[in-house]
């Protein structure tokens, strides 16, 4: 019942955004929900990212990311702070998850290209015991392409790789583990402050099990979504942004009968 619901609710959002009277369009350069854009942040201009998303089981994450040009757009630093609910074989616990400290390097920025590789330390910041955090440092590698196809289609591709050695599970038994990420994302410009989105994200991981062996686990999932872009402005001129906005994960393949509905919100503003 709760699926059809999401599906019902997706639907009616993108139905109803698609009537809005054309417009000028503009690329929001934010980020996709589930997918890393290609844009570093504006020289002078910092933003402050929340995520929320719950899932089938009761299980949720929330995120905070804070992203600083350093000092142009050329260099980027950010954090990532995850706050999670899991429960497993009916234990529940909540708590901070592993922080990851980020570094992007703008590579490309042209009209219709952007390639921005990261690379992120994820710290051991997270309660091993209670599944919340590896119990070690790892190393991420991450590749977004962002590709603007027209004036009202942009999208934006990622590849990324997670390198954990001694990842320990909640009894201590320790292994390396190698985490593939991937996934697309269509964003239709809409009108001027409206893009739909449609993104498509998967995972192939190796999970530390208790004899200290590793265990495959895969996932992937499609959600359509929307974003809607507030420019406050001050004497005429733009101040800061507020971008909410909202999608709906849904499972296919691996993680098929898993659902869940993702919240969004970003503030943007000028340092001085």
Request: charged residues 20%.
């Amino acid at each position: 019942m709760l699926r059809e619901m999401f599906l019902s609710l997706a639907i009616t959002l993108m139905t109803a955004a698609t009537v809005v009277a054309a417009e000028d369009c503009r690329e929001i350069q934010d980020n996709s929900f589930l997918i890393e854009e290609a844009y570093n942040q504006e020289d002078g201009v910092i933003q402050h990212i929340q995520s929320f998303q719950y899932f089938k089981g009761d299980s949720w994450q929330y995120t905070f990311t804070q992203e600083w040009p350093v000092p142009g757009q050329t260099h980027q630093l950010s954090y990532t702070i995850p706050v999670e609910r899991i429960k497993v074989d009916g234990q529940d616990d909540t708590g901070i998850g592993d922080v990851a400290l980020n570094y992007r390097y703008q590579a490309v920025l042209k009209d219709n290209i952007a390639f921005a590789p990261r690379f992120s330390l994820i710290l051991p910041t997270g309660d091993r015991e209670k599944g919340l955090g590896t119990g070690t440092v790892g190393y991420q590698v991450n590749l977004p392409l962002s590709i603007k196809l027209s004036n009202r289609v942009v999208t934006h591709y990622n590849l990324g790789f997670t390198f954990t050695p001694n990842s320990k599970e909640p009894g201590g038994a320790k292994a390396d583990t190698l985490a593939t990420n991937y996934g697309a994302s269509v964003i239709y410009l809409a009108s001027k402050n409206l893009n739909l989105m449609l993104e498509a994200a998967g995972t192939s991981e190796q999970a530390v099990v208790a004899n200290g062996a590793t265990a495959d686990e895969n996932s992937l999932f499609i959600s359509p979504g929307l974003r809607y872009a507030v420019d406050c402005k001050v004497k005429g001129m733009d101040v800061f942004q507020i971008v909410p906005g909202i999608a709906f994960p849904i499972g296919i393949g691996p993680s098929k009968g898993d659902y869940g509905v993702l919240a969004y919100l970003s503030f943007e503003h000028s340092l001085f």
